[in-house]
């Protein structure tokens, strides 16, 4: 019956509501805001029709009338309202005659729980996605073991991570085939904790946690208390953006702890990385009132797509974004560099630079340095740590450079950099580097600094200049600088010791494991490009083993074709399968490993009938592909992702394997080559297909050789 009104009344939004109001009309949505917005104001108005659920095991769900056919489950207790979920009115009712919500025994949680009795016998396999129909046959995935996955566990075992009691014996019966089917119907730390089981053998069983069931970690995940109309409304405008309302225990353990220190949150792709920054970002902006916040990371294009995400978790106008600036890291000096000196500076770029260091050389008759090495050694070593004299080229450190240099080739190294450095200050031109060196020693000698925090996504591609200049721009407070990045996504920077320049994370590096972005098909074959663990300069380490993806897809294609002609076909062919079940050509992105490619890539979108945009400077059309370089794919996100052209000469790509200078950079540009494919692989959520022209890049060996992939090569 209904309840009547106190002071700590509440509102509750569960996750299953802001899901189910996305698969409305615009008009539906609109008119179940309102009454949600009324629902708020009043619960026991008597003019919403509230009904309740007598079919239903919970006595405490009802209706409420929206219109004609649309009604919002509600969930009412003493002290609070849920919105629960919101359908037509028979698929509302279904819904809630299915399900409880109760407190879990033995975690504490507050739950959604299906009841077991009521649901029909679950299907080996979901339905979707499917793999799209193809004019080639793929090899399929081996089957499945029929045996218990999880046989092992005890009843208290289960019951210990949150599976419900009714759900426990499907749970300690499931195969590895049913395992993923089964998770649908499970508490998503349930099914998170049983993943982790299968990946690692580890059964990690929660601590105990002393607080309310709405607000325990994990409920957390699916539940929000609102405190008025505005936060229902900003809920409810953006429900299609599910991370910015509704946080994982994980990661918001990391967006609201306090740390004596920089800190660094590391994780494989599709973890949720970006998603604690910017939850990081409104943290400091909300509680601290004189804050300036730095957000950054190494692109334009990026710094666009953390400003569409902030802007959504912030709300549309907020005041608070009058106090973040973000941008690129030499959007961001540049800009200060201007304040400083009132002039924007000429950036020398990387192929004149090339040429003056040739043109020294032969000047100076030093014929026995290869103009690879020359470039290579200004990049790494005289640019990035900004040497300027030879004193100090004596004694720096070339961190793993495995061409030793003397006194006399150091001498006559420093002559023709010495003298580069001079004709790039004659015609009053910078590197960047000392754009970032200049910003860097002007702030350093001023207390007053331009930003209170910096935050910073994709944070491995920082450099030795860049790390610097970051460091320089707040003040020595500990919680100024916080990082956030996938050490094996690192594709610019040659990796560097990051305490040696003073930021010391180590102790306050944390590894996130849940992938929510990546079906598991897609993400163990693209784990199959990189090691189980990355460890950094400093020793702190990526552990990737035991990273788990919260939902089941369908295989990756890896097409080898005899002709640029057949590839074409074959990934035109994938396209136009994707279209007709369905995929929005605006949720697809095609790339390529250089722009030497991109024709060819523009072919299969021609042949597939499908308009491309090459930006995102706007938003996407529906009617058409993104298409490419890999680099244009990191940080963005699609259902489908097609990777053309991942030939031998092409993947790892000639020209920069003919610009090694050494052995140990040749391993550098193989490593950062194969983590370009898995950036631009791990970009894909449901469907991936990969092609190259036989022989094929020895990545793509890799791929299906990898002991966690399964998938094998067409062969056209």
């Known amino acids: 019956?209904?309840?009547?009104?106190?002071?700590?009344?509440?509102?509750?939004?569960?996750?299953?509501?802001?899901?189910?109001?996305?698969?409305?009309?615009?008009?539906?949505?609109?008119?179940?805001?309102?009454?949600?917005?009324?629902?708020?104001?009043?619960?026991?108005?008597?003019?919403?029709?509230?009904?309740?659920?007598?079919?239903?095991?919970?006595?405490?769900?009802?209706?409420?009338?929206?219109?004609?056919?649309?009604?919002?489950?509600?969930?009412?207790?003493?002290?609070?309202?849920?919105?629960?979920?919101?359908?037509?009115?028979?698929?509302?009712?279904?819904?809630?005659?299915?399900r409880r919500i109760e407190t879990h025994?033995?975690?504490?949680?507050?739950?959604?729980?299906?009841?077991?009795?009521?649901?029909?016998?679950?299907?080996?396999?979901?339905?979707?996605?499917?793999?799209?129909?193809?004019?080639?046959?793929?090899?399929?995935?081996p089957t499945a073991s029929d045996l218990p996955l999880f046989a092992r566990l005890s009843s208290e075992d289960a019951l210990s991570i949150g599976v419900p009691a009714d759900w426990v014996p499907d749970v300690l019966e499931a195969s590895e085939d049913r395992f993923f089917t089964l998770a649908n119907h499970l508490p998503q730390e349930a099914a998170e904790a049983l993943l982790d089981y299968a990946a690692t053998?580890?059964?990690?069983?929660?601590?105990?946690?002393?607080?309310?069931?709405?607000?325990?970690?994990?409920?957390?995940?699916r539940f929000r208390i609102l405190e008025g109309h505005e936060e229902l409304a900003a809920a409810l405008d953006q429900p299609f953006e599910k991370w910015a309302v509704f946080l994982h225990p994980s990661q918001r353990s990391l967006v609201e702890r306090n740390y004596p220190g920089p800190m660094r949150v590391v994780g494989s792709a599709g973890t949720g990385k970006t998603v604690v920054a910017l939850h990081r970002v409104a943290r400091i902006l909300q509680r601290d009132s004189s804050a300036?916040?730095?957000?950054?990371?190494?692109?334009?294009?990026?710094?666009?797509?953390?400003?569409?995400?902030?802007?959504v978790l912030l709300g549309d106008g907020s005041a608070l974004l009058d106090r973040v600036t973000i941008s690129s890291f030499e959007q961001a000096a540049l800009e200060l560099h201007a304040l400083m000196t009132g002039r924007q500076p000429y950036l020398i770029g990387r192929e004149k630079l090339r040429g003056l260091l040739r043109e020294v050389a032969e000047a100076a008759s030093q014929k026995g340095y290869t103009p690879q090495f020359l470039l290579s050694e200004w990049e790494h070593v005289i640019?990035?740590?900004?040497?300027?004299?030879?004193?100090?080229?004596?004694?720096?450190?070339?961190m793993g450079r495995k061409n030793?240099?003397?006194?006399?080739?150091?001498?006559?190294?420093?002559?023709?950099?010495?003298?580069?450095?001079?004709?790039?200050?004659?015609?009053?031109?910078?590197?960047?580097?000392?754009?970032?060196?200049?910003?860097?020693?002007?702030?350093?000698?001023?207390?007053?600094?331009?930003?209170?925090?910096?935050l910073v996504d994709e944070a491995q591609d920082l450099g030795v200049a860049e790390l610097r200049f970051l460091r320089s721009i707040v003040p020595a407070r500990p919680d100024a600088l916080f990082f956030a990045g996938d050490i094996g996504q690192r594709i610019f920077q040659q990796p560097i010791s990051w305490k040696g320049l003073g930021v010391d994370i180590r102790g306050?590096?944390?590894?996130?494991?849940?992938?929510?972005?990546?079906?598991?098909?897609?993400?163990?074959?693209a784990d199959g490009l990189l090691p189980d663990n990355v460890r950094d300069v400093d020793g702190e380490e990526d552990e990737r083993k035991g990273t788990v993806s919260v939902f089941d897809g369908v295989d990756p294609v890896i097409v080898i074709a005899p002709t640029e002609e057949d590839e074409v076909t074959s990934a035109a062919a994938f396209l136009a399968s994707l279209v007709e079940a369905g995929v929005s050509p605006s949720e697809i992105g095609i790339f390529c490993r250089s722009n030497d490619e991109i024709a060819r890539a523009a072919k299969v979108a021609e042949a597939a009938g499908l308009q491309t945009?090459?930006?995102?400077?706007?938003?996407?059309?529906?009617?058409?592909?993104?298409?490419?370089?890999?680099?244009?794919?990191?940080?963005?996100?699609?259902?489908?992702?097609?990777?053309?052209?991942?030939?031998?000469?092409?993947?790892?790509?000639?020209?920069?394997?003919?610009?090694?200078?050494?052995?140990?950079e040749l391993d550098e540009v193989v490593a950062t080559e194969r983590q370009l494919l898995y950036v631009a692989a791990t970009r894909a959520r449901d469907y991936l297909f990969i092609s190259a022209v036989a022989p094929g890049s020895e990545f793509l060996e890799d791929l299906v050789a990898h002991p966690n992939g399964q998938t094998k090569p067409v062969l056209l």
């Open 383 to 398: 640019d990035a740590w900004q040497i300027d004299s030879a004193e100090a080229y004596s004694t720096v450190p070339r």
């Open 105 to 141: 025994p033995r975690t504490g949680a507050l739950q959604i729980v299906e009841v077991r009795e009521r649901i029909e016998e679950i299907a080996l396999r979901p339905e979707p996605p499917r793999q799209v129909e193809l004019p080639f046959q793929v090899t399929p995935q």
């Open 508 to 525: 306050r590096s944390f590894t996130l494991k849940v992938n929510y972005r990546t079906s598991h098909q897609i993400r163990k074959l």
């Open 201 to 221: 053998g580890v059964l990690k069983k929660p601590a105990p946690v002393d607080t309310a069931p709405v607000a325990h970690p994990d409920a957390q995940r």
């Open 1 to 98: 019956m209904p309840f009547g009104r106190d002071d700590k009344m509440h509102t509750i939004l569960a996750d299953s509501f802001t899901a189910s109001l996305t698969k409305l009309t615009n008009d539906e949505q609109k008119q179940v805001k309102l009454t949600a917005f009324d629902l708020q104001t009043d619960p026991d108005r008597p003019g919403l029709q509230m009904h309740r659920i007598d079919a239903s095991k919970d006595p405490n769900f009802w209706s409420v009338r929206v219109n004609r056919d649309i009604r919002i489950i509600v969930h009412k207790t003493g002290d609070s309202v849920m919105l629960a979920y919101v359908n037509h009115h028979d698929d509302a009712y279904k819904w809630a005659e299915r």
């Open 613 to 664: 945009v090459s930006s995102l400077q706007n938003s996407q059309p529906a009617d058409a592909v993104l298409i490419g370089t890999m680099h244009l794919a990191k940080g963005l996100e699609f259902r489908a992702v097609v990777i053309v052209a991942c030939d031998e000469g092409v993947l790892p790509l000639r020209t920069r394997i003919a610009d090694v200078a050494d052995e140990f």
């Open 404 to 454: 030793r240099l003397g006194a006399k080739q150091r001498d006559e190294l420093w002559a023709i950099f010495s003298e580069v450095r001079k004709l790039v200050r004659s015609k009053a031109l910078m590197t960047a580097a000392d754009l970032f060196t200049s910003v860097t020693d002007h702030f350093n000698r001023r207390d007053d600094k331009p930003y209170t925090h910096v």
């Open 292 to 311: 300036r916040v730095l957000l950054t990371t190494f692109s334009e294009p990026l710094a666009k797509a953390l400003t569409r995400k902030l802007t």
